[in-house]
């Protein structure tokens, strides 16, 4: 079966790693998988720059939103999220990244109070390993394919700062250096590779903008 043009069937996805399909999900019941797996929709399911690939670190869900997505109970979603973060599946932090590694912390800062999400160190690299990563592709002057799901094509490289405004409309090169940011149906817009692309407000791969410059509200 051939794979060709595979992407195209797969816009907006999630990145889940694979030591969570290979070696933790069978230590998991239903209910801390469904967590793990809403942290990282949540999450790694953000594409915050194309450019750089970088993705959301973390993100404040609701007990609510737990509730709603996993299909779960209060109670359940308890035993689950303690049992999640004991196993380093998954870290809780307040607003100031103060990790809240017990219950007695989560219930700590009372109704209304936010708890921020993220993947645990079993699924995400320490802080050293990403340096020693970055310092690996600085060396080598490499930088890897990034696949998109709205082009057949794929980026080799980074654009360098001359390359990023490439082919820009002078008048909304005026506007940026005015301090104005474009956004389209109050969604975030950003130039690449002589177009304007949309940030979807659901997280995932941009999308090409297909509208006119009149189109553009620029804030």
């Known amino acids: 079966m051939s794979t060709e043009g595979l992407e195209k069937y797969l816009p907006n996805t999630t990145q889940i790693p694979n030591s969570l399909l290979d070696t933790e999900m069978e230590k998991m019941k239903d209910t801390e998988l469904r967590v793990v797996l809403i942290v990282?929709?949540?999450t790694l399911g953000w594409l915050l720059d194309f450019e750089t690939g970088r993705r959301k670190k973390e993100d404040w869900i609701a007990k609510s939103q737990l509730m709603k997505f996993s299909g779960?109970?209060?109670?359940?979603?308890?035993n689950a999220l303690k049992k999640c973060i004991d196993n380093d599946w998954i870290e809780a932090?307040?607003?100031?990244?103060?990790?809240?590694?017990?219950?007695?912390?989560?219930?700590g800062l009372g109704q209304g109070g936010k708890i921020f999400y993220r993947l645990g160190k079993k699924f995400l690299p320490s802080a050293e390993e990403c340096k020693k990563e970055t310092a690996n592709q600085e060396g080598d002057k490499k930088y890897p394919a990034?696949?998109?799901h709205y082009k057949t094509k794929y980026i080799q490289k980074k654009e360098s700062s001359s390359e990023k405004y490439k082919?820009?409309?002078?008048?909304?090169?005026?506007?940026?250096?005015?301090?104005f940011k474009p956004s389209y149906d109050n969604l975030e817009m950003r130039w690449s590779?002589?177009?304007?692309?949309?940030?979807?407000?659901?997280?995932g791969q941009w999308k090409e903008f297909g509208g006119s410059a009149e189109d553009i509200d620029w804030k």
């Open 40 to 42: 990282a929709r949540k």
């Open 72 to 78: 779960r109970s209060n109670k359940a979603l308890a």
């Open 93 to 107: 932090r307040d607003k100031n990244g103060g990790l809240l590694d017990t219950p007695e912390k989560r219930r």
């Open 146 to 148: 990034k696949s998109t």
């Open 167 to 179: 082919g820009m409309p002078e008048e909304a090169m005026k506007k940026y250096k005015q301090g």
């Open 193 to 203: 590779k002589r177009d304007w692309w949309v940030l979807p407000a659901e997280g």
